[in-house]
């Protein structure tokens, strides 16, 4: 295909040289140039190898609806898939080609042409169903896997995307002439209006063809600027360019992604596209038309062109892709086409049309017979043929004889369908138009208008008096614009959706689906295999699902079906079009959500010494926990686990505890409250002191555990979980507003208000008595499970006898600004006495050692107290609680129910692991009863071997026996089932 | 996205809400005896139709309280709001203002782009 630049326009400056690399090779274009644009200009045309069959391609459009013409942009982060007939070139851009190897024009895929007839429709479904299992793994997956695909995954991706929120009367979508027009009207009015456009220039139609030739007496292209100027100049309305609308939602809320670096190469660190979430009353839809192709044998080869791309090229572009390309249509959408070659000193090499002379327009007849192109009419094109590239056509013309054209370009129209891929989104129901042969919006769901061709109005007579009749509501100025056109046609077209094969062979094919090489023949096996409804039979052949969603072909499809099924078109339907329009990058979805601003991190207020201090730190939620402090590099995990420990058993540690959730409840009727949210009774508890508490669903399975404070009855203190603190929140005040409405209670999240330091060990209380030295911490003036309140050097804090671990301890609450000094006084303070740092890890052992459960890891939605060995805590004289009706239904008093119990290896060398399986025989035989599993499991060095949690079926009453652990290697580990305490089981240290 | 009318604090979006089931379910008195399949159908059982269902929100995001509201399920519209001790609304009264995509059938997908 040889092109030639035609004359420079507004859009295209001949003397801004442009220089980018196409596979490694320089090329120039200008500024305003797409990467399609350009590569025309330089007479490429063979840019890429298709899905399946590795077909040579070129470009076949001028625009979004692009469905062979994909690339990679090697200089942004590799970015695959991109619309050559969109994307903007700019100086130094490197642009790769796509599905090939090793290069463009010697492709090793291309066999899988030769092996085209086993790829045919339902290929991978008979595959993956077939009996051929063996053919699948060692022949036809890795083949597939090789060969099939569009581009390669972006590296290193590091585009950044900002969110902007819009809330308008009105969003009109297109800002071609309908959508000018559509502003020009609100223009200065009360409504807070967006227009949005795709492209760089608002103007649609006036920039993209020459079909008309005045607009108020004036040249089309001054009217442009002098509206476009009013309408910026216009205080309520906001213009959006190179914006695209993907996505029409429920409630008017549409979504729309900005291109912020057009023709130019996006900055590192810059934000480089803006989503715009849209809330909007109405919703004008001026999005214009899609032209469809044609289907005929190799309809598919480089040098194939929709004939009004064709013109977009020459218009918008300054390019005629090529000098005489032959032009074959069924409509007279193409006549324009005609017209703008012969007014740029060009003409088609032929004109064939499958209409009767009777129906071609006289103004077409006229223009063609002056300037001698030859015509043919009542003729299709039976194919097209030549090696990468188009070479020859043959025409079979009114009388049956076959003419073989040569030629560089073919030009096809198939006719032209409303852009109703929006309007399907919002809801809005379609119908057939059988004159037209498109779908045309006709129910609109939501407050949407459509107007101009997207609406379905293909010609431009009504066009003032549809818009002053759709826009009525608005009360806004009505319109009264001239226009006049130079190709003065109404639209007219014969229905033609694929031309018969002239030569039937294996090998032959005429494509419905470019991007993903479906063929007619395709849609005819699915039809007979019984995919006849239009989703199975999208799905079976893969029809319209590739990134371009069959913009050009869809209709042609339900066209075929249509006769195939001897069916209304209306009847067969269309599949549904989802969002988005076109596709948007996940780091455009994403925004600003990721990397740091993922999930927000939160750290406790003695995060900077963790950080000095040798931590390795632990996500628990949110939450950043020192799992456990390293002394030096070497230290393993285990190594520091097991110090850690030890030393709070025999002298003492420390542990930041401030992540625990905290919430403070208040008011007149807090105790009842409370009672009625706990399992345990808070009546007769005395004033100062504490309790552990279990909080069960309404389900009766425990939800959250934590120490409750009473520090009267009308004030509480709650400790919850790490994790739990914002769902025990939630729970108790879904419940006091929905339930409980009549009781007086207040509460509030107090965990970041406060840190927390477990201080436990035996050396504990000489720390306390040094760190706090006018506080008495003798049995007698602070018992356990009490707490008091003091000042320390003008803070108040509060301090909580209570442990996790089985030693003596203490819980210090402090307002969080004055935390790490004190953390950092009972450091120093602390040393003599042996005091160190531990992790949750060792925590984590400690408290199992004593049988504390941790809910969520001991627990898991399934478990009741009863299960657990805590019937005492159940006030069993409370009337209600959450959760307390179903502790007596049938399924949670069942006996064999899952319980927990301690577990340790009968060889107390062998090893044991958190998930293990317990069963009660040695020998490993499928299928075993299984009854249970371990939820916690630790080496403990203070008892010189590993133990474990576990949950088992009627486990209370197998305290005692032995059973059996199943490895991972298909052996088992003898172990005892033991009661779930394996040390200090009378709590002699807890209160000493 | 839908935007959800707090009774509070007036319309926001949606995802300044979290959804809580069905509204209008009342928990069984504990101060009396509950039979098995009373409290069972409380704790496990909910209706689920297509169509008008009174719903309950709760303004997470936002002022935090809980307020029902009637949805309907097969489009998505929140055709009320109203406060917890408000009388729950009439669903007559949305009848003949519902609006389904495409001639819904009864149960099942509505997701049709003709006119069935
Ligand atoms: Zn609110």
């Keep these: ?992 | 996205m839908l935007i959800i009318n707090c009774p509070y604090c007036g319309p926001r979006d949606q995802s300044e809400f979290s959804n809580g089931g069905e509204a209008h379910v009342k928990r069984p008195d504990g101060s009396k005896e509950i039979g098995d399949r009373e409290w069972g159908e409380y704790v496990f059982i909910r209706a689920n139709p297509k169509g008008l269902f009174y719903e309950r929100w709760v303004h997470t995001h936002g002022c935090r309280k809980w307020f029902n509201c009637v949805r309907d399920t097969s489009t998505d519209e929140i055709l009320v709001t109203y406060k917890l001790d408000e009388k729950k609304p009439n669903l007559n009264n949305f009848k003949s203002v519902v609006k389904t995509p495409s001639g819904e059938p009864e149960v099942g997908s509505g997701n049709f782009t003709v006119e069935k």
């Design chain 1, 1 to 992: 295909m040889k092109s030639i630049n035609l004359k420079e326009n507004q859009f295209i400056q001949f003397h801004q040289k442009i220089s980018f690399k196409f596979d490694g090779v320089k090329y120039f274009g200008y500024k305003g140039d797409t990467i399609a644009s350009a590569l025309l200009r330089n007479n490429i045309n063979l840019v890429g190898r298709s899905f399946k069959y590795h077909r040579p391609r070129g470009i076949y459009t001028c625009g979004i609806e692009e469905p062979n013409a994909l690339v990679q942009i090697i200089s942004e982060y590799s970015e695959p898939n991109t619309r050559a007939t969109i994307k903007k070139i700019y100086e130094g851009m490197e642009i790769e080609s796509q599905n090939r190897w090793p290069s463009l024009e010697n492709d090793f895929g291309s066999i899988n042409n030769l092996f085209s007839p086993i790829f045919t429709a339902g290929f991978y479904y008979k595959t993956f169903m077939g009996p051929h299992k063996k053919f699948w793994k060692n022949l036809y997956e890795p083949l597939i896997r090789r060969a099939a695909g569009l581009g390669k995954p972006p590296k290193d991706f590091k585009g950044i995307s900002n969110h902007i929120h819009h809330n308008v009367d009105v969003t009109i979508i297109g800002g071609g002439l309908n959508g000018l027009l559509a502003a020009k009207s609100f223009i200065n009015s009360n409504y807070d209006v967006l227009l949005i456009d795709f492209e760089e220039q608002l103007g649609g139609i006036i920039n993209n063809s020459n079909k008309i030739s005045l607009i108020d007496n004036t040249e089309p292209k001054n009217w442009l600027k002098e509206t476009i100027q009013e309408i910026e100049d216009s205080k309520n309305i906001k213009i959006l360019k190179n914006t695209l609308v993907t996505t029409y939602n429920y409630i008017n809320h549409l979504i729309a992604i900005e291109d912020r670096f057009v023709g130019s190469k996006p900055i590192e660190g810059k934000v480089n596209s803006t989503l715009h979430k849209i809330r909007t009353g109405h919703t004008i839809l001026c999005n214009g038309h899609i032209e469809r192709f044609l289907s005929f044998q190799n309809n598919d080869l480089p040098g194939i062109m929709l004939s009004s791309s064709f013109e977009k090229y020459m218009c918008r572009y300054g390019l005629a892709p090529s000098k005489e390309p032959v032009i074959f249509s069924n409509n007279s959408n193409s006549n324009s086409l005609v017209y703008s070659l012969i007014k740029a000193g060009l003409k088609p090499k032929a004109y064939i049309d499958s209409r009767s002379g009777e129906e071609i327009e006289p103004n077409l007849f006229d223009l063609i017979r002056k300037n001698d192109v030859p015509l043919y009419t009542n003729s299709q094109i039976k194919g097209a043929f030549g090696n990468k590239k188009i070479e020859k056509i043959l025409v079979e013309d009114s009388s049956g004889a076959l003419n073989e054209i040569k030629c560089d370009c073919l030009c096809l129209s198939g006719g032209i369908n409303p852009d109703v891929h929006l309007f399907t989104q919002s809801k809005g129901l379609l119908d057939w138009d059988e004159k037209d042969l498109t779908y045309k919006p006709s129910k609109p769901f939501q407050p949407t208008i459509t107007l101009g061709s997207a609406s379905g109005q293909f010609n431009f007579d009504n066009l003032n008096s549809d818009i002053n009749e759709k826009l009525k509501t608005f009360k806004v100025k009505k319109l009264d614009v001239k226009l006049e056109l130079n190709t003065n046609t109404k639209y007219n077209i014969e229905k033609l959706w694929e031309v018969s094969p002239q030569k039937k062979s294996l090998w032959a094919k005429s494509f419905i689906d470019l991007q993903n090489d479906v063929t007619t023949k395709d849609i005819r096996q699915a039809i007979t295999e019984g995919f006849d409804r239009i989703e199975h039979l999208k799905r079976y052949t893969t029809n319209s699902m590739g990134t371009d969603q069959g913009k050009i072909s869809s209709i042609n499809a339900l066209g075929i079906v249509s006769d195939l099924l001897d069916k209304k078109v209306n009847e067969v339907g269309t599949t549904i079009y989802r969002p988005p329009y076109a596709p948007l990058s996940f780091s455009a979805i994403a925004g600003r959500n990721c990397y740091e601003f993922y999930d927000p991190e939160r750290k406790s207020p003695i995060h900077s010494w963790h950080l000095k201090n040798g931590a390795i730190f632990e996500d628990v939620g949110q939450w950043k926990r020192p799992w456990y402090f390293q002394i030096n590099k070497d230290e393993s995990m285990h190594d520091a686990v097991q110090r850690e420990s030890k030393n709070v058993r025999e002298n003492a540690g420390i542990l930041d505890g401030s992540t625990l959730g905290k919430i403070e409840i208040k008011g007149e009727d807090a105790l009842e409250f409370m009672n009625l949210i706990y399992t345990n009774s808070f009546t007769k508890m005395k004033q100062g002191s504490a309790r552990y508490a279990l909080m069960l669903g309404e389900d009766g399975m425990v939800k959250d555990d934590g120490i409750i404070c009473k520090i009267s009855d009308q004030h509480f203190i709650a400790t919850t979980t790490t994790g739990g603190a914002a769902t025990v929140l939630g729970c108790m005040e879904e419940y006091a507003q929905t339930e409980w409405p009549n009781l007086k209670v207040f509460m509030n999240s107090i965990t970041e208000q406060y840190a927390t330091f477990n201080i436990s060990g035996p050396n504990t209380r000489e720390i306390m008595k040094k760190a706090f030295p006018n506080i008495n911490f003798s049995n007698e003036e602070f018992p356990f499970m009490t707490f008091q309140f003091h000042e320390f050097n003008g803070v108040p804090i509060r301090i909580l006898r209570a442990s996790f671990t089985g030693e003596l301890g203490y819980e210090i609450y402090i307002p969080s600004n004055s935390a790490l000094k004190i953390w950092d006084n009972i450091q120093s303070l602390g040393k003599e006495f042996g005091l160190a740092p531990y992790g949750t890890e060792a925590m984590h052992l400690l408290r199992a050692e004593k049988g504390y459960i941790i809910v969520g890891q001991d627990t898991d939605g399934s478990i009741t107290p009863i299960d657990l060995g805590l019937s005492w805590m159940i006030g069993k004289s409370k009337k209600d609680f959450l959760g307390k009706r179903s502790l007596t239904r049938s399924d949670t008093i069942r006996e064999d129910r899952k319980q927990l119990v301690g577990i340790i290896p009968s060889n107390k060398a062998d090893k044991l692991e958190e998930g293990q399986h317990i069963i009660l025989d040695k020998e490993i035989k499928s299928p075993i009863p299984m009854l249970g599993h371990i939820t916690s499991c630790y080496y403990s060095s203070t008892l010189g071997h590993d133990f474990a949690l576990a949950v088992i079926k009627n486990g209370h009453s197998m305290i005692g026996t032995k059973a059996y652990a199943s490895t991972s290697s298909m052996s088992t580990t003898g172990v005892d089932i033991v009661k779930p305490v394996f040390y200090d089981e009378d709590n002699k240290r807890l209160v000493s």
